[in-house]
């Protein structure tokens, strides 16, 4: 590892996180270039990061998490959304729910067809592959040669079967692979696990790679700005022990911060907006009116139930059952801490002729209720599970703005959910059909009171209503970053920021359109490609 005083090096990137692991892994593979991974948040050390069961309690602790605040958002009566992303090594991806999902080929052949060549989706899979050992073994879809271990979906309590079995009564296609390409399917979903641990890009990519002394991480270490000198990017500002450095790049300046702090991080480089740049007193660098716009995430909503017979996850939580279930994993690596919180999975269109009506249904097999702080304040009381529903690829777009040009004062994060009505409907009246599939007879005998929605629902406008009111959010936050072919986008197919050189973006920000589906392997598809585009650069 590189001596932190040396801050000369070929490439820096900003972010540890889902991508920036990545990154960093792969171009280090060459000893002869120096590379250097820039992180805000502290190391990922803490046992309960690695225990896929324990993300109950490290999903949104603040130890971990930026934990940011949305804007009012107008269409939900002003009010503001929590809005967790990674702040520790790893990202998003040593907090996050696990779920691999990559979504569907039409994803990545709309980004091909809105002018991003090479991102097909017969472009990007042997990325996907590349970067994975699935427990299946390799297939035409899967690897089992790359770093991030992906286990099989299974359930975890009896009422996840029970759920499948009702979307199969439903008319949904019953699946044992869920990144198979399909219209519509439900089963259990992969995991990203492997030999009951967490497999982060961290874990996975970055720590394995750090016994080489050509990779250097410095961790606690926000990035203030690029500096960018007649239009070209010479390296990064940031604060190390209270003292502020320069880390200098000899090829290229690569950002991984994810979908709020990337755009944050080119304006307060002045790289953005020239208008407001000049209005909050920024040089500018670069006039690129897109940055931070087409901002997209999926809204949540949530429906739940109690159970009348002991099928869901309240088993693992009573006294004999979490002992069994300490045991089990202390002494094997096994068991329901062993797995993720929501192992169960399906996607369908509320209009077959629709590919934009996609729904996405996840299944937590006990009450998601927030009673108070820590693990007790979350650990069911009583036998239920927990649907979040959310609508696959939304029509609405936000926006990310800085609001100061102090660089650690967090950006205003504005998403505009459901400014298109379109995405209302659809969500409405996908709620409107798992409502009616839990009532299938493979549930109906344990399906007990339905707790959410709360109050009497008589029609979809009752659902719209209640939509409304109750949804938040899942933490998929892509798109800020636009890549295009078109002069207005924030990076071409290359990641290149147009108008700076030498200075890329890799990470969920750069996605046109949001997949359907979680974006974590997506995010690392598009790192593992970022590492050869920047390979074949140099």
Same mark, same amino acid.
């Given at each position: 590892?590189?001596? *932190?005083?040396?801050?000369?090096?070929?490439?820096?990137?900003?972010?540890?996180?889902?991508?920036?692991?990545?990154?960093?892994?792969?171009?280090?593979?060459?000893?002869?270039?120096?590379?250097?991974?820039?992180?805000?948040?502290?190391?990922?050390?803490?046992?309960?990061?690695?225990?896929?069961?324990?993300?109950?309690?490290? #999903?949104?602790?603040?130890?971990?998490?930026?934990?940011?605040?949305?804007?009012?958002?107008?269409?939900?009566?002003?009010?503001?959304?929590?809005?967790?992303?990674?702040?520790?090594?790893?990202?998003?991806?040593?907090?996050?729910?696990?779920?691999?999902?990559?979504? /569907?080929?039409?994803?990545?052949?709309?980004?091909?067809?809105?002018?991003?060549?090479?991102?097909?989706?017969?472009?990007?899979?042997?990325?996907?592959?590349?970067?994975?050992?699935?427990?299946?073994?390799?297939?035409?879809?899967?690897?089992?040669?790359? %770093?991030?271990?992906?286990?099989?979906?299974?359930?975890?309590?009896?009422?996840?079967?029970?759920?499948?079995?009702?979307?199969?009564?439903?008319?949904?296609?019953?699946?044992?692979?869920?990144?198979?390409?399909?219209?519509?399917?439900?089963?259990?979903?992969?995991?990203?696990?492997?030999?009951?641990?967490?497999?982060?890009?961290?874990?996975?990519?970055?720590?394995?790679?750090?016994?080489?002394?050509?990779?250097?991480?410095?961790?606690?270490? %926000?990035? *203030?700005?690029?500096?960018?000198?007649?239009?070209?990017?010479?390296?990064?500002?940031?604060?190390?022990?209270?003292?502020?450095?320069?880390?200098?790049?000899?090829?290229?300046?690569?950002?991984? #911060?994810?979908?709020?702090?990337?755009?944050?991080?080119?304006?307060?480089?002045?790289?953005?907006?020239?208008?407001?740049?000049?209005?909050?007193?920024?040089?500018?660098?670069?006039?690129?009116?897109?940055? #931070?716009?087409?901002?997209?995430?999926?809204?949540?909503?949530?429906?739940?139930?109690?159970?009348?017979?002991?099928?869901?996850?309240?088993?693992?939580?009573?006294?004999?059952?979490?002992?069994?279930?300490?045991?089990?994993?202390?002494?094997?690596?096994?068991?329901? *801490?062993?797995?993720?919180?929501?192992?169960?999975?399906?996607?369908?269109?509320?209009?077959?002729?629709?590919?934009?009506? $996609?729904?996405?249904?996840?299944?937590?097999?006990?009450?998601?209720?927030?009673?108070? %702080?820590?693990? *007790?304040?979350?650990?069911?009381? $009583? /036998?239920?599970?927990?649907?979040?529903?959310?609508?696959?690829?939304?029509?609405?777009?936000?926006?990310?703005?800085?609001?100061?040009?102090?660089?650690?004062?967090?950006?205003?994060?504005?998403?505009?959910?459901?400014?298109?009505?379109?995405?209302?409907?659809?969500?409405?009246?996908?709620?409107?059909?798992?409502?009616?599939?839990?009532?299938?007879?493979?549930?109906?005998?344990?399906?007990?009171?339905?707790?959410?929605?709360?109050?009497?629902?008589?029609?979809? $406008?009752?659902?719209?209503?209640?939509?409304?009111?109750?949804?938040?959010?899942?933490?998929?936050?892509?798109?800020?970053?636009?890549?295009?072919?078109?002069?207005?986008?924030?990076?071409? %197919?290359?990641?290149?920021?147009?108008?700076?050189?030498?200075?890329?973006?890799?990470?969920?920000?750069?996605?046109?359109?949001?997949?359907?589906?979680?974006?974590?392997?997506?995010?690392?598809?598009?790192?593992?490609?970022?590492?050869?585009?920047?390979?074949?650069?140099?």
């Amino acid at each position: 590892m590189t001596d *932190l005083n040396d801050l000369e090096f070929d490439y820096v990137i900003v972010g540890a996180g889902a991508a920036g692991c990545v990154l960093a892994a792969r171009l280090s593979e060459n000893p002869n270039m120096r590379v250097a991974v820039i992180e805000a948040g502290g190391l990922d050390k803490a046992l309960l990061l690695k225990i896929p069961g324990a993300n109950v309690v490290t #999903g949104t602790s603040p130890a971990y998490n930026w934990s940011y605040e949305t804007e009012p958002v107008q269409a939900l009566g002003g009010r503001k959304l929590y809005w967790a992303q990674g702040r520790v090594v790893g990202g998003s991806s040593s907090i996050n729910g696990m779920m691999y999902m990559r979504g /569907h080929r039409s994803d990545y052949d709309n980004w091909r067809d809105l002018g991003c060549d090479g991102w097909g989706y017969d472009d990007v899979l042997p990325y996907f592959k590349r970067s994975e050992t699935n427990e299946r073994g390799a297939n035409d879809i899967h690897g089992d040669n790359g %770093p991030l271990q992906v286990s099989k979906g299974a359930g975890t309590a009896p009422v996840c079967d029970m759920f499948v079995a009702a979307g199969g009564q439903e008319g949904l296609p019953v699946s044992d692979d869920l990144n198979k390409d399909a219209q519509e399917a439900i089963g259990h979903v992969d995991l990203t696990i492997g030999r009951g641990r967490r497999s982060s890009t961290s874990a996975a990519f970055l720590h394995p790679a750090l016994k080489r002394r050509n990779l250097t991480l410095i961790v606690d270490a %926000p990035v *203030l700005r690029v500096v960018v000198a007649a239009g070209v990017a010479a390296g990064v500002e940031f604060v190390h022990a209270g003292r502020t450095k320069v880390a200098r790049a000899a090829k290229e300046i690569i950002l991984s #911060g994810g979908a709020v702090n990337s755009p944050q991080l080119l304006m307060l480089s002045g790289i953005g907006d020239a208008r407001r740049l000049n209005q909050l007193g920024i040089t500018v660098a670069a006039d690129r009116p897109e940055v #931070g716009k087409n901002l997209q995430n999926h809204p949540m909503y949530r429906l739940m139930y109690k159970t009348t017979m002991p099928v869901s996850a309240y088993s693992h939580v009573r006294p004999w059952g979490a002992l069994k279930a300490g045991a089990e994993y202390v002494f094997a690596r096994r068991g329901v *801490l062993s797995r993720g919180l929501f192992p169960t999975s399906g996607f369908f269109r509320t209009d077959s002729g629709d590919a934009g009506s $996609e729904i996405q249904v996840c299944m937590a097999p006990a009450l998601v209720i927030r009673r108070g %702080p820590g693990v *007790l304040g979350i650990l069911p009381k $009583e /036998h239920g599970f927990t649907l979040l529903l959310n609508h696959g690829s939304p029509y609405s777009r936000g926006r990310v703005t800085l609001k100061s040009a102090d660089p650690l004062t967090h950006a205003a994060i504005s998403p505009n959910y459901f400014s298109d009505p379109r995405d209302l409907r659809t969500l409405a009246e996908g709620a409107d059909r798992v409502r009616a599939m839990v009532h299938r007879p493979a549930l109906r005998g344990a399906l007990g009171q339905e707790l959410l929605p709360s109050g009497p629902i008589r029609s979809v $406008e009752d659902l719209k209503a209640d939509i409304l009111a109750t949804t938040v959010t899942h933490y998929h936050a892509a798109g800020t970053c636009r890549m295009g072919a078109d002069m207005g986008s924030v990076v071409d %197919p290359q990641l290149r920021v147009r108008g700076v050189e030498r200075l890329r973006v890799a990470d969920a920000s750069v996605m046109p359109v949001l997949v359907n589906g979680n974006t974590y392997a997506a995010t690392v598809m598009i790192a593992e490609k970022a590492a050869d585009l920047i390979k074949a650069a140099a």
